[in-house]
């Protein structure tokens, strides 16, 4: 049989009772902040069920009274029933309103945190998750969770308490018989309790195949061209219909254990009924009970059962619960890199060295030390923009080896300077790292003396911009799409003039407000690439990092562009990583990120390029 081309997530083991607690404290621990919301639902719940047993009781004792003398010694009785059906109405609407509102801000809470988390992956590739579980994380797991601790886990604790006040209640009142009542609660409460480990299996399996369905969903949009040009569209249809079954078996076997329990509790309900029936009418036939109380009697039996029918319903989702909070809680905890501790003084590190020199550049360009004593109003509008990078060690997680290790940088303000070296080196590990979206593991980057390691990453990036290899087009206007809702319309032109942009926006029929397809899917590699530039541009930071810039674009388009980048603002630094020879040469200086120690790049291929050796290497 063929293999699927598509890896399938494994199903995680069926969490035990212990582990599905610890889960499911373990998430309710990122909405302490709404402990009070959480009290007064819970209060409102109680007060609900109370309300609602009192209510049953009190329309049989009326009825019974109605029966027996009339309507006139009745009376007090209706009064009263009135009264609770009012009371019912209005704790079950501030109930429905405050369990609503809890679950907006529950449901709010922990997608901000996935969002965080996901923001916090991002560098690393979602740390190998696929970006469809995260997304069914952040949706549908995050919805199960709303529901449990919103509209479940007060019913659940509020039904205990009902529960044990019944059962206090109609012992004080009918003395050891009514120890029936909290004797059936637990039986009906004891369904779901045997079944939780088949529920936990189930909960688990549904969850992950639902995960393994949005994945699917999403890869299946982000292949569609190579499916389609490599002919396998049969393939993926298969897969989507594969998935589909795995959801619809998943929820078939949740649906007949659900089923089985909802049977169980409604037999024991009806033989408690019973049971209370034959009770009450034997002891009143032998003197030992008020008969007219043996309607009250067979109410209260029935109606006893409400908290543990409320308790019932919460555990069947438990499975499901306990499944969606394992894996949003591995996903808001998931370890991103370790960072290097803070230093004592951030301002120490701002002295260069005595050896300082040695890692940085072999000699300064004429043309960098102009740059770097451009006038003031040619700076950056955050400072000078130099660039210390010391000993730098970055590891991703789970990986032994550290991508980058021992690398030196210095680059002076104003400098344009070109990254080069072979691929899968680190050089975009490098440019993360100087733009903070990863953190290293040893070392320090300065810029203008300050250790960034001491600032908030939002700081640094004011100062440091970093233009990616593919700039994601949102599915908005041009104008939208830049990313900078305050920038002047002039400026605006000027950032698309220098990334080569503008005539190309000219052309298009609204202009600058023309909405773009989602992932620019009618432009072109180069078109993305250069209003990803233009992005970076409109910032204007002091130190702007490119990740390969011109690789999608003509040799006329990236001498045009480099030429905007040099004079377009001659005081900013600018550090390009670049396989392309017409860059290298542009620059002031060029550093060889490579394996094997300290080379130098003049005997490299690089040297005939540009005549300048500079090394930054583990
Ligand atoms: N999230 C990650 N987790 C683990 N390893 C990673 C991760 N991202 C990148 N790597 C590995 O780190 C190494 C450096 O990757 P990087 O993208 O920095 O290289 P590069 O020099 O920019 O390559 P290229 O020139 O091909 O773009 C590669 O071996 C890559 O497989």
Redesign the pocket.
């Known amino acids: 049989m063929r293999q699927s081309t598509v890896a399938q997530t494994p199903v995680p083991a069926a969490p035990g009772l212990v582990d599905m607690t610890r889960s499911v404290l373990a998430m309710s621990r990122h909405l302490r902040n709404q402990r009070r919301l959480f009290a007064i639902v819970l209060a409102t719940v109680w007060l609900s069920l109370l309300l609602s047993i009192t209510t049953a009781l009190l329309s049989v004792a009326a009825a019974s009274a109605l029966a027996a003398s009339g309507a006139r010694s009745a009376g007090h009785l209706l009064v009263a029933l009135l009264a609770g059906v009012l009371a019912v109405g209005l704790v079950a609407w501030f109930e429905q309103w405050f369990a609503h509102v809890l679950a907006y801000r529950v449901i709010d809470t922990i997608r901000l945190r996935i969002h965080r988390a996901i923001a916090r992956l991002a560098?690393?590739?979602l740390?190998r998750r696929r970006s469809g579980e995260t997304v069914s994380a952040a949706m549908a797991d995050a919805e199960s969770l709303e529901w449990f601790y919103a509209h479940t886990a007060a019913q659940v604790l509020a039904g205990v308490l009902a529960a044990l006040t019944v059962s206090g209640l109609s012992l004080a009142w009918l003395g050891p018989w009514a120890l029936v009542i909290p004797a059936a609660q637990a039986l009906v409460v004891l369904v779901p309790v045997l079944l939780l480990p088949r529920a936990a299996r189930q909960g688990t399996m549904l969850r992950a195949a639902l995960a393994e369905l949005s994945a699917h969903a999403l890869s299946a949009r982000a292949s569609a061209r190579e499916t389609l040009l490599l002919g396998r569209l049969p393939e993926v249809s298969r897969q989507a219909s594969a998935q589909t079954r795995r959801v619809q078996s998943a929820r078939r076997a949740l649906a007949l254990r659900t089923g089985l329990e909802q049977a169980l509790i409604e037999a024991a309900s009806v033989a408690l009924v019973i049971l209370a029936l034959i009770l009450a009418a034997d002891l009143s036939s032998r003197g030992q009970f008020q008969p007219d109380l043996v309607p009250v009697v067979v109410t209260l039996a029935g109606v006893s059962l409400l908290p543990a029918t409320a308790i019932t319903g919460a555990m069947s989702r438990l499975g499901e619960t306990a499944a969606a909070a394992q894996r949003v809680d591995a996903l808001i905890r998931a370890p991103g890199i370790r960072p290097v501790a803070p230093p004592a003084s951030a301002a120490s590190y701002g002295r260069p060295g005595p050896d300082d020199d040695a890692s940085g550049p072999q000699r300064d360009p004429a043309g960098a030390a102009q740059k770097s004593q451009a006038p003031q109003d040619h700076l950056g509008a955050h400072g000078l923009g130099s660039v210390q990078v010391r000993d730098l060690r970055v590891r991703?997680?789970d990986?032994d080896r550290p991508?980058l290790d021992g690398v030196h940088l210095d680059v002076e303000a104003g400098q344009m300077v070109a990254v080069v070296?072979?691929?899968?080196?680190?050089?975009?590990?490098?440019a993360l790292s100087l733009a903070r979206l990863i953190a290293q593991e040893k070392g320090q980057i300065l810029i203008d003396g300050v250790d960034t390691g001491a600032e908030a990453p939002e700081r640094t990036r004011e100062r440091l911009v970093l233009v990616g290899?593919h700039p994601h087009v949102f599915k908005a206007s041009v104008r939208d799409n830049l990313l900078a809702p305050d920038a002047p319309e002039e400026g605006i032109w000027r950032a698309l003039e220098a990334a080569r942009l503008a005539d190309h926006v000219r052309a298009l029929p609204q202009g600058l407000d023309t909405v773009l397809a989602e992932r620019g899917a009618a432009w072109s590699g180069g078109e993305r690439q250069r209003l990803g530039l233009a992005r970076g541009l409109l910032r204007d930071p002091s130190v702007l990092v490119l990740d390969?810039p011109t690789a999608g674009l003509d040799t006329r388009t990236e001498a045009e562009f480099l030429e905007a980048l040099i004079h377009g603002r001659p005081s900013r630094t600018t550090i390009i990583?670049t396989?392309r020879r017409a860059v290298m040469r542009a620059c002031d200086a060029v550093v060889l990120?490579h394996d094997g120690g300290t080379r130098s790049v003049s005997e490299a291929l690089w040297a005939s390029s540009c005549g300048q050796a500079v090394v930054g290497a583990q």
């Open positions: 560098p690393l590739g740390a991703y997680p990986v991508v070296g072979p691929s899968g080196i680190g050089k975009t590990t490098l290899q390969e990583i396989h990120l």
